[in-house]
T-cell receptor
Framework: DAGITQSPRHKVTETGTPVTLRCHQT?????MYWYRQDPGHGLRLIHY???????DKGEVSDGYSVSRSKTEDFLLTLESATSSQTSVYFC?????????????FGPGTRLTVL | AQSVTQLDSQVPVFEEAPVELRCNYS??????LFWYVQYPNQGLQLLLK??????LVKGINGFEAEFNKSQTSFHLRKPSVHISDTAEYFC???????????FGAGTRLFVKA
């Protein structure tokens, strides 16, 4: 257990509404990540953070923004949700080992956009 | 750019039989390799990882994987599977100096009684 929680665990929303997903960690890790998981695509990186207020885009960042005002919280926001953003969203923390991260995942948030 | 290919989308196997889940990667630099398992409605759990040293890596639940640099592969094996091994398995790769990890599309292992 890497001490990662995600909230909410399930959400149904309507097209055009804003949505914020929260990832919370208890172990003070510097690196945090947001992924989406879709059938046939594995996990795709949306955004990541390498410290408070330090974030960068991943491969599928369009339509998403993130914020990290505290080490323990990494927020993912869909400014105006679309049906293509229906997915399962996973947060991960990265534990630095040598010159790479080993990533540990939260339980996920299932988001449905109607 | 790095990429990961899991060669089988689904692998059905009988209980107590051996299994191999195949993973190939491409990268122009040194890599680190990972296998994760995902049980239904759960997050991903780290099975094992190759960072350096011995190319044969042992993980949890009796799984092991072998890093083959010449064939750019990191296949996952278990000599005797159980019904409880039914899950989706993801291979992943990251590059030296980076902190982005690329995941394969996943292999669904289905163990039959």
């Amino acid at each position: 257990d890497a001490g990662i929680t995600q909230s909410p665990r399930h959400k149904v929303t309507e097209t055009g509404t804003p949505v914020t997903l929260r990832c919370h960690q208890t172990e003070n890790h510097r690196y945090m990540y947001w992924y989406r998981q879709d059938p046939g695509h594995g996990l795709r990186l949306i955004h990541y953070s390498y410290g408070v207020k330090d974030t960068d885009k991943g491969e599928v960042s369009d339509g998403y923004s993130v914020s990290r005002s505290k080490t323990e919280d990494f927020l993912l926001t869909l400014e105006s949700a679309t049906s293509s953003q229906t997915s399962v969203y996973f947060c991960a923390i990265g534990v630095r080992e040598g010159q790479t991260d080993t990533q540990y995942f939260g339980p996920g948030t299932r988001l449905t956009v109607l | 750019a790095q990429s990961v290919t899991q060669l089988d989308s689904q692998v059905p196997v009988f209980e107590e039989a051996p299994v191999e889940l195949r993973c190939n990667y491409s990268s122009s630099v040194s890599v680190y390799l990972f296998w994760y398992v995902q049980y239904p409605n759960q997050g991903l759990q780290l099975l094992l990882k190759y960072l350096s040293g011995s190319t044969l890596v042992k993980g949890i639940n009796g799984f092991e994987a072998e890093f083959n640099k010449s064939q750019t592969s990191f296949h996952l094996r278990k000599p005797s599977v159980h019904i409880s091994d039914t899950a989706e398995y993801f291979c992943a790769v990251s590059e030296t100096g980076g902190f982005k990890t690329i995941f394969g599309a996943g292999t669904r292992l289905f163990v039959k009684a």
